[in-house]
């Protein structure tokens, strides 16, 4: 869900648990539009359930190493982007990220989250992935459908949990 208000863009989006629609034709990858311009510091909250917080820096990390994007787990205090667990019974989505934007920038504050229903069942690996693909739209990627990290349905990523090329591909594009 996307919705504009004035200049400044307001979003969300879901990693749907489960597989409940049909996907749409195939992309390499996807832009939701705006960017970062500056290193992005990343807050871990601490004390996150199973592998969660281990996902998060994962995830972090694989983007930070495999693109041109520049991301940065800070210890504490400010950040742009914040990293929790919370345990939503009764949602359909085990990952979601809220961002803000004006223009086509982010407004430091995107907030996205591990939801413990869901992840509390899954693999390591698997965490990891949800974790990833959320940070995939922290840092901008929409959802294509296929074998991709940025698959919005966790089921349908073939096992996959880090990025793919295309979406590397993607991501060195925009930063
Ligand atoms: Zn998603």
């Known amino acids: 869900m996307k919705t504009r208000i004035s200049s400044a863009t307001i979003g969300v989006l879901a990693s749907l ?14 832009y939701l539009g705006p960017k970062w311009n500056t290193q992005v510091y990343v807050a871990i909250i601490s004390g996150q359930p199973g592998s969660n917080g281990a996902g998060w820096t994962n995830g972090t990390n694989d983007w930070n190493s495999m693109t041109d994007a520049n991301l940065y787990i800070t210890p504490g205090g400010a950040a742009h982007v914040y990293t929790y667990s919370i345990n939503s019974s009764g949602a359909t989505w085990d990952g979601i990220t809220y961002w803000t934007s004006t223009g086509s920038t982010f407004n430091s504050g995107t907030k996205a989250y591990l939801n413990t229903k869901y992840t509390g069942g899954y693999d390591v690996n698997k965490v990891r992935g949800v974790a990833a693909h959320e940070m995939g739209h ?19 990523r073939c096992g996959i949990y880090r990025p793919t090329a295309d979406e590397i591909n993607g991501i060195n594009n925009k930063y």
Request: aromatic share 6%; charged share 5%.
């Open 138 to 156: 922290a840092l901008g990627l929409d959802h294509v459908s296929g074998c991709h990290l940025m698959n919005g349905f966790t089921t349908s």
């Open 17 to 30: 648990a489960l597989l409940l629609s049909v996907a749409t034709p195939a992309n390499a990858y996807a």
